[in-house]
Every structure is written in C-alpha cells, then in structure tokens.
Nanobody
C-alpha cells in the first residue's frame, strides 16, 4: 500500500508557472508508474503526464512542451513542472501510483490539489 500527498497547487495568472509535488509514503523505486491526472468541473478525470519506473514519460497532447514530469527516488517524490499555464489548465490535480500486485495492478490516489489559472 502507498499513501500519496500532493502539494504545490494554487492560483496563478495565465502564462505563469507552478510545480506540483507528490510525496509517497514508501519507496517509489519499484512502483510501476506514477502520474498526474486532472479533473475540471463537469469533466472526466484525464491523464496529464506519467512516468514509469524506468523513467519513460507520457504526456497529454494538450500539455506537451509546457509540462514536465520528473521523479526523485531518493525523496520518494514525483514532480510536475507546469509552465505557460492557460485558463483551461484549471482543475484539481491528482497524483496516481500504479503498483504491481500478484495478479493485477492496483491504483492509488492522492487527495488532489487545486490549480486555478486566471486569464
């Protein structure tokens, strides 16, 4: 099992930057993948960015070139650097971890952190 705690959200003007952090309660070295999802009001939760245990990354088309996901295994933390923020990036951002169990993958989620981008 793993607990995830997000931080770093807030209010920023369009064009600004924020860095989100996701601290895990255990080593992330062997976690299959970790990622950031977001959910705006009235919309479904969507993948923003993900990073595997081998540091391969994946991004939503809408954030490519603006967001960067990274990990620090020594600190059990995953980061999401968000630059050139747009009002449409406004959402609750959730940290996700996928852990391999005996017969299936298990998803763990943080409580979410609000990001609001004003125009």
């Amino acid at each position: 099992q793993v607990q995830l705690v997000e931080s770093g959200g807030g209010l920023v003007q369009a064009g600004g930057s924020l860095r989100l952090s996701c601290a895990a309660s255990r080593s992330i070295f062997s976690i299959k993948s970790m990622g950031w999802y977001r959910q705006a009001p009235g919309k479904q939760r969507e993948l923003v960015a993900a990073i595997t245990s081998g540091s391969s990354t994946d991004y939503a088309d809408s954030v490519k070139g603006r967001f960067t996901i990274s990990r620090d295994d020594a600190k059990n933390t995953v980061y999401l650097q968000m630059n050139s923020l747009k009002p449409e990036d406004t959402a609750v951002y959730y940290c996700n971890a996928v852990v391999v169990a005996i017969s299936r993958d298990i998803d763990y989620w943080g409580q979410g952190t609000q990001v609001t981008v004003s125009s």
